[in-house]
């Protein structure tokens, strides 16, 4: 999915001509973090990463690839053997994202995917401040979070409880892709906020990893690179011009704002969904707003009837900056916000920044350019190649 003949990756730096991986950093100042993936971890990185954009088209047959398989991949590492599945990322995120937003010669990412965190029930802490104020700082760059696999209420990890990343819930896998997934981290944060963001797919999620098998596992760090991969679709709706008629036309292409196109995943959610027997209703805190669905997405571009007086019509527009707190979304017809405002960042309630231990939920982070490390998981098990595509 990610080799190149061509382009040899043995140790860190930049790569911008390799087909697939623009960059593979260290994301750390701790010496134990090295390069490469690890069997200890479940090849977590190689997993997600293939979710998000493998693609081994011109170097071999398989139909199994990401979900936006022409972005290339700004990959920084976080962890190494000596860590377990533990990570150690800067003591500043703002440091961690800035890179991947510069960039090389081969492009810059304006996605990021992270299935890694902290479990700090749901508070806002320093590492959740660092990657909202990234996001304040740098308003084209959407972030992704692992909501956490703590299987209950109020358990949403750091930093998925920032307030303007899309933070991830986990669904179970087809066909009963519209249930809750059981270990999924729940809302609200600890504030009141509302949490996770939106859900995705995340249980058996089979996808490659070394040397040449494909290994399913579980949890929200399966269902992050699925959402952000998906955001990087609408993203290239938007900036080919396919808004407003549905046709690709380049002179409607436009560059859409992180709090837009976290807008457009948001209003996407498809629902009902169930929680066991339990039907609900979005938004709520053990879905946030319901399943990604790029379909609906794309459907942001119809305008029907007039809009009564004093709303807007139903459509993509983009949403100044304004310093609130908590969520704030534009309702232009009853069942979804189809703007986000980016919130300004505020100092935690309390000391210093968490200690980045793993939850049942995370260790790395990448960066998409249209990197990450992972999140220990519920279930495992290495299959040989599939013959066709998995049905999550």
Known sequence: MFRDAGVPITDFGDFPTHRKIIAYKKGSTNPDVVFGDQSSASYHGTHTAGTTVGNDDGIGASPNDGMAKAAK????????????????PFLDLNDLFL????????????????????????AYDVTSLNTDQFMWNHPDYLIFFANGNSAGSQTVGSPGAAKSVVSMGALQTAPTQMNL??????????DGRRKPTIAAVGTLISAMTPPSDYQQISGTSMATPAAAGTSLLLRQY??????????????????????LLKAMCVNSGDMPLKNSSVTLAAPDNNVGYGRIDADIGALLRRRSAPAPAGRLH????????????????????????????DRLPRQPGHGGPARQ???PHGLERRDLVP?????????QRRLRPPAAPPTT
């Open 73 to 88: 991949l700004y990959f920084e590492d976080l962890s190494g053997p000596l860590l377990g599945t533990g990570l150690d």
């Open 357 to 359: 231990q793993p939850e």
């Open 181 to 190: 997934a059981t270990y999924t981290s729940r809302g609200p944060a600890a």
């Open 314 to 341: 139903p459509g993509l527009e983009h949403c100044t900056k304004h310093r609130v707190q908590g969520e704030c979304h534009r309702r232009d017809h009853p069942a979804r916000g189809d703007a986000v405002l």
């Open 99 to 122: 890179p991947s937003y510069l960039g090389n010669a081969g492009g810059a990412a304006r996605v990021s995917s992270n299935s890694w965190g902290a479990p700090v029930a749901g």
């Open 371 to 379: 990197g990450q490390r992972l999140q220990r998981v519920r279930h």
């Open 238 to 259: 938007c900036t080919e011009g396919w808004y407003p008629t549905g046709t690709k036309v380049p002179g409607n292409g436009f560059t859409p704002s992180a709090a």
